[in-house]
């Protein structure tokens, strides 16, 4: 026969007491997650969150968010309300702040608008887009009561002054034909050198420059050095679009290595090298070679002086007869 001390009695019966309190609040908490796991399972957002630290005066934000449901039986009446503290005028919704998410489709994207008045503090703004949804009419067929479903978006911007920035994510260059001598001027070919540009800044903005170095196919030595003629298009911000930069160059047709150089404003924002492929003339489908400003200066100057000379001359008469009618009618 086994014979506990009081002390060993006592410690059983705290032991006990302690599993008998535990037991309820374990039994409720696993109650309401086996419940609540069936109710928010069949929907979802993706990207559960608008954030964005660049923002400035004036900036137009746009951000894509996709709903996201398993079982899309049913309409659902959505409904949306915002509360961003200091900045909620700010939020609109393509679909409104209340529309339904049609049955047959498991996602369907919204498109967040953030507008930054001109007058808007440099400060941090945070809060939640919240979105329910439920069955139209909010009744369920057969009686019985409908389950809401509903979604976070977490929101933090940030206003602040004027970013500069950009990435270059793909790069590409076209083939082109040599240049050509026409009615005694040389144009040069066309080199259209393509980019892929995210501007990752809160201002309209781009490459400012290009430069190329054009070495032979065997890179032993350099045989012309160019810059872009163009003005490069710019790209609204937290855009991506792709940009093109000509440049001219002298070269005959072969077979080049292409070193370049992508700035903005006078930092170096990515350098690189590529083939590049120069055919004769009418040998590259859809090739537009340069006109008039791709010209040399000299070249420049005698189109000019072809047109000038003349206009000068006929203006000189023009004078003269109008100097002659003068003098007859005193």
């Known amino acids: 026969m086994r014979i506990c001390s009081p002390e060993a009695e006592a410690a ?25 796991a069936p109710a928010y399972a069949g929907f979802g957002i993706t990207p559960p969150y608008v954030d964005n630290d660049r923002l ?3 900036t137009i934000y746009k951000q894509t968010i996709n709903l996201v449901r398993s079982d899309p039986d049913t309409d659902l009446q959505t409904t949306i309300t915002v509360n961003v503290p200091g900045a909620q005028d700010w939020i609109s919704v393509d679909k409104g702040m209340s529309f339904v998410l049609p049955k047959g489709e498991n996602q369907f994207p919204i498109e967040i608008t953030v507008r930054v008045p001109a007058n808007a503090e440099f400060n941090s703004y945070k809060g939640t887009i919240r979105i329910r949804t439920a069955p139209s009419g909010d009744v369920p067929e057969g009686g019985g009561v409908s389950i809401a479903l509903g979604a976070q978006v977490d929101v933090s911007m940030k206003v602040v002054d004027k970013i500069y920035d950009f990435n270059v994510r793909r790069i590409r260059l076209a083939d082109l034909e040599t240049g050509r001598t026409k009615w005694g001027l040389y144009f040069p070919g066309k080199i259209r050198f393509f980019m892929t540009i995210e501007n990752t800044g809160n201002t309209e903005f781009g490459p400012t420059k290009v430069h190329f170095d054009l070495y032979d196919n065997q890179m032993e030595s350099l045989l012309e050095s160019t810059d872009n003629l163009n003005r490069i298009e710019r790209i609204p911000p937290f855009g991506t679009k792709e940009v093109v930069a ?15 150089t992508i700035y903005k404003n006078e930092e170096i924002a990515q350098q690189g090298q590529l083939h590049l492929s120069i055919g004769p003339p009418g040998t590259v489908a859809g090739y537009e070679g340069y006109g008039f400003d791709g010209l040399s200066v000299t070249d420049k100057l005698k189109v000019i002086a072809v047109f000038a000379v003349p206009l ?6 023009l004078y003269l007869l109008l100097q002659r009618r003068k003098r007859r009618r005193r």
Request: glycine content about 6%.
């Open 312 to 317: 000068l001359i006929v203006g000189f008469f």
């Open 56 to 58: 400035t005066r004036g």
């Open 246 to 260: 000509e440049l001219p160059t002298h070269l005959p047709p072969g077979l080049y290595v292409a070193k370049y």
């Open 12 to 36: 059983k019966k705290r032991e006990s007491s302690l599993r008998s309190r535990l037991f309820f609040p374990l039994l409720v908490l696993t109650a309401y997650l086996v419940s609540a």
